[in-house]
């Protein structure tokens, strides 16, 4: 099928750093494509991890690796000396972060190239329907408007409901279950719940410090991201990966020789690659034994960030338990928790006046019961991948529907995509997949022209 005549339409559903940076690829790549970009929040370009201003929330890569560019490694640094702040390869705040990403959004703005081809859609979608063989996109507030194809670039759910956890405590105003919502101010005093221990509990703890709060972290296995610090270069890993028990072992070899962090850091230009290889019950096997121990050495904090926490918990503000959760209820105007610690046959029963999810992003779409994933899911146009990761998407990141067949016209990037590459978290691995996603469109766009 043809083309009408008008310029081929592009919607990107998202406009934090994932959908930013595909609209960007897009109006680069193809002269021709318009892209409108839909954003439900109030800014475009820093979605949830680049919205604060807490100046103990800091980037957990170094500026020298930000570049938004996967051609242009020196881009984020670039920027930060024509702003006045050049010099040491350290690690900025996210909210500075967001202002880069702005920075990049006003520059595709103003170029005259670009001018009704990049259109910002203040709103909301809540719906993609064929129609003659495009696609509409149904807005929030009633508008729609039809395009080739579309792009799910929403980036992170909130957490999945804690385990144990009556309707009541859903629905408790001392309940946060999205931590990104998190209002420091609001929090009550005395004893807090962080549910999780990863870089979500991290920026939590250092919000709420003070104030005469007492925080107690628990999570199942207690652990804690490691910190940055200087490395040499990294090499590749030598051996095997055919498997996770064949790579960890390979891993603990290389770290031998070089030091951990070199060898985590060696490893990860190859993990899509390593992964995409395993068959779905090696990746499983990962998932259930591998994973809380992979995550803390690849996801790591800035050093003056690990000094902070290292300090809230020598000053008794802050506790990290391993443990199980098993109940949670309302007591009076907080939560009394029943949980089992690690190693232990007895339960412990404490009270707590508040309680903060902190058990990072759920991907599953089946979680959600509104909004454009859950009609999506409605009508078939997208399913679970095998894992519950996120969605199913093919190689080319082409949307899987529920037939097992791509649904046209339908693409997904950022982190709904970990199933099919695993690290799809961090900048250094979402530039290179909004660029790929964006030639894979921009090819997709190009065939149809020509058919």
């Known amino acids: 099928m043809a083309f009408p005549a008008d310029p081929p339409t592009v919607a990107v559903i998202g406009g934090g750093f994932s959908g930013l940076l595909t609209a960007i690829h897009l109006l680069r790549q193809d002269p021709e494509v318009v892209v ?21 929330h800091l980037l957990n890569v170094r500026a020298s690796n930000m570049s938004a560019f996967p051609d242009q490694p020196g881009h984020f640094r670039a920027w930060l000396e024509r702003e006045g702040e050049g010099g040491a390869d350290g690690f900025v705040s996210r909210g500075r972060y967001g202002d880069y990403l702005q920075s990049l ?31 509409r996109v149904a807005l929030a507030v009633g508008r729609s408007f039809d395009a080739d194809a579309a792009v799910l670039a929403l980036g992170l759910l909130p957490p999945a409901p804690p385990p144990g956890a009556t309707p009541e405590v859903l629905a ?116 259930r034994h591998a994973r809380p121990w992979w995550d803390v050495h690849r996801h790591r904090m800035a050093p003056v960030i690990a000094a902070r926490l290292s300090g809230l918990v020598v000053s008794a503000e802050l506790e990290v338990q391993a443990g199980r959760l098993d109940a949670v209820a309302c007591e009076g105007e907080g939560f009394v928790v029943r949980y089992r610690p690690r190693g232990e046959r007895q339960p412990v029963v404490r009270t707590f006046s508040a309680i903060v999810n902190c058990t990072g992003p759920r991907g599953d779409p089946e979680a959600a019961t509104a909004g454009l994933l859950a009609d999506l899911r409605r009508r078939g146009a997208l399913r679970r991948d095998p894992l519950g990761l996120g969605l199913d998407v093919d190689e080319r990141l082409r949307v899987i529907g529920a037939d097992g067949r791509p649904t046209p016209g339908l693409f997904a990037v950022g982190p709904l995509t970990r199933a099919a590459v695993w690290e799809a978290l961090a900048v250094p691995d979402l530039r290179n997949q909004t ?17």
Not at 49 to 55: C, G, L
Not at 180 to 200: E, F, H, K, Q, V
Not at 435 to 451: D, F, G, M, Q
């Open 172 to 287: 408790h105003p001392a309940y946060v279950a999205d931590p990104w919502r998190l209002d420091p101010a609001a929090a009550p005093d005395g004893d807090i719940l962080l549910i999780g221990s990863g870089l979500t509990m991290v920026d939590v703890a250092l919000s709420l410090a003070g104030e005469g709060r007492r925080l107690t972290a628990l999570s199942r296995h207690g652990l804690i991201s490691h910190s940055h610090a200087p490395t040499t270069g990294a090499p590749a890993p030598e051996g095997a990966l055919s498997t996770p028990r064949v790579a960890l072992r390979t891993l603990r070899a290389q770290a031998e020789k070089v030091g951990w962090r070199e060898a985590v850091d060696g490893i990860r230009p190859l993990t899509a690659e390593i992964w995409r290889s395993w068959p779905l019950g090696q990746r499983r096997r990962f998932l």
């Open 36 to 56: 409108r970009l839909v954003e439900r929040a109030p800014r475009f370009g820093r979605g949830r991890a680049y919205q604060t201003s807490h100046p103990d």
């Open 105 to 135: 959004l006003r520059e595709e703005v103003s170029d005259p190239s670009r001018a009704g081809r990049f259109l910002l859609e203040a709103d909301e979608a809540v719906a993609l329907e064929p129609a003659g063989g495009r696609i």
């Open 435 to 451: 660029a790929e996603v964006a030639r894979t469109v921009t090819e997709a766009l190009r065939l149809r022209r020509a058919a």
